[in-house]
């Protein structure tokens, strides 16, 4: 099982070597802002590296509102992330599940989203895996509850996407962890990635607010056991820095090798 951790952008193979880790999530431009991605110097060097990457779009992305000012910029952020993302290897590019306002009609972002994918279909489609991740808040997102996620996925149906499982937004979005993985496999078919994060925030929360594994309101033996029954690979978007996500990578190294309950 490959296990890693969302690093800094400037030298993510050097990050991956000082956590001892088998993959790297980076981010390919200000997560906050709406430049598009330059060329990276390196691309040669990582796609050929032996760890695995992951990119990570950026916050301000959300193709499912009704906002167009929003919405459009998104789409074109989105599909040059993905070639952005193709062009240093990466095995996916991992998008939040976005929102609409209150108000709007939660059905109009589903479709918002299919529209989305066959914006990029028309330039040939996205050239990797896009991987929708689950969210912890709002109460007009498109990923927070599984009930929506049901109704996104109906609603791209005939296209090809990935899912990445986040376990602090499970959590804090209040969907129990237990079990988990099969509630959201009979609506996607697959777990392609997993976000090994514990939570600061209490169960239905709504906070985004990451924790180490050992930490935080969530039983680390429940992230192990969604782990194993995802059998995806797992990023740690943990606190601490390298001595944090070293330490995370560790323990779940040492707890997956011993058996626990599924999830």
């Known amino acids: 099982m490959r296990i890693g951790a969302h690093v800094d952008p400037t030298d993510p193979l050097a990050e991956a070597a000082a956590r001892d880790a088998d993959a790297v999530q980076f981010f390919l431009s200000d997560p906050q802002g709406w430049k598009a991605p330059k060329p990276r110097e390196d691309a040669e060097l990582l796609r050929g590296a032996d760890v695995d990457l992951y990119i990570h779009a950026p916050y301000v992305v959300n193709v499912a509102t009704l906002n167009n000012r929003i919405r459009i910029p998104s ?30 009609d939660l059905a109009v972002g589903f479709d918002n989203w299919r529209k989305t994918f066959a914006y990029a279909a028309d330039s040939g489609g996205f050239p990797l895996p896009v991987l929708i991740e689950n969210t912890a808040g709002g109460d007009n997102a498109c990923a927070r509850h599984l009930d929506a996620l049901a109704r996104l996925w109906d609603a791209l149906g005939d296209y090809e996407v990935g899912f990445c499982l986040d376990t602090c937004h499970a959590h804090a979005g209040g969907e129990e962890l237990l079990g988990l993985v099969d509630r959201v496999k009979a ?34 033996e429940l992230v192990v056991a969604v782990i194993r029954a995802a059998g995806a690979p797992v990023i740690v978007e943990t606190p601490g820095g390298v001595d944090g996500q070293a330490a995370d990578i560790a323990l779940l190294r040492g707890q997956l090798g011993a058996g626990t309950s599924a999830a």
């Open 187 to 220: 609506i996607t078919g697959r777990i392609d990635l997993v976000h090994a994060n514990n939570s600061k925030g209490a169960f239905n929360s709504g906070q985004d607010r990451h924790d180490n594994l050992d930490g935080g309101t969530i039983d680390p």
């Open 75 to 104: 789409r074109k952020l989105l599909l040059g992330h993905a070639a952005a993302a193709a062009a240093v290897g990466a095995k996916g590019l991992i998008v939040h599940g976005g929102h609409v306002n209150a108000g709007d």
